[in-house]
């Protein structure tokens, strides 16, 4: 089953595993509550033991510099995306009301941030954006180049398999494939 939807969770690279682990299960608790369609139905054993319900769909993870997630941050401000931040003081709280304190103390761009969740369509969290038709080549063919894009998440994932490169944030994607010249 494909979605429409991605939930991407990018943390810091120099996070210890446990922080890791907090910062993402903080991270996501959030996103039910305000995008309510992210929720699954309610699970249940052969033996009617009943569960809570998931996400319905999976979550993507993944790590990178500091200056990563600023820009990563930046992005999702101006796509006006679903998010949820974690900053490093909140590491230092020890309870809900002291960690909104503690990010309302900030300006957003002095934001020390650990991890960040979004949620929103495929195409604006993509890493590398879907090529774009345009035009019309001779014979009939049709020529498939993205317009130039830059991605939301340029960031290393962690666990699953390999990705490949993906450009750096603010970097255009411009190549052509499918073009004979230019």
């Known amino acids: 089953m494909g979605f429409d939807t991605k939930i991407a969770v990018l943390l810091r690279d120099d996070l210890e595993s446990w922080q890791r682990l907090n910062v ?3 991270l996501v608790s959030g ?12 699970y249940a054993d052969a ?12 979550v993507l ?8 997630l600023t820009a990563a ?21 020890g309870n809900d009301r002291d960690n909104r304190a503690a990010v309302r103390s900030v300006g957003t761009d002095q ?11 495929r195409h604006l969290l993509a890493a590398n954006p879907p090529p ?9 063919r049709r020529r498939h180049c993205p317009r130039p894009r830059t991605a939301l998440i340029s960031a290393r994932r962690i666990g699953g398999r390999r ?7 603010g970097e255009a994607v411009t190549e052509c494939r499918g073009s004979r010249g230019p």
């Open 111 to 121: 934001l020390d941030l650990v991890g960040m969740a979004i949620y929103g369509p």
């Open 61 to 68: 993870v993944f790590e990178g510099t500091k200056e990563t």
């Open 73 to 93: 941050h930046g992005r999702t401000l101006s796509r006006s995306l679903p998010r949820a931040v974690f900053t490093s003081d909140l590491f230092s709280t």
């Open 132 to 140: 774009s038709r345009v035009g019309r080549q001779r014979r009939g």
């Open 163 to 169: 990705l490949e490169r993906r450009p750096p944030i």
């Open 47 to 58: 033996d009617d033991t009943e569960y809570l319900p998931m996400f319905r769909q999976p």
């Open 24 to 26: 993402t299960a903080f």
């Open 31 to 42: 996103l039910g509550t305000v995008s309510p369609e992210v929720i699954g139905e309610p």
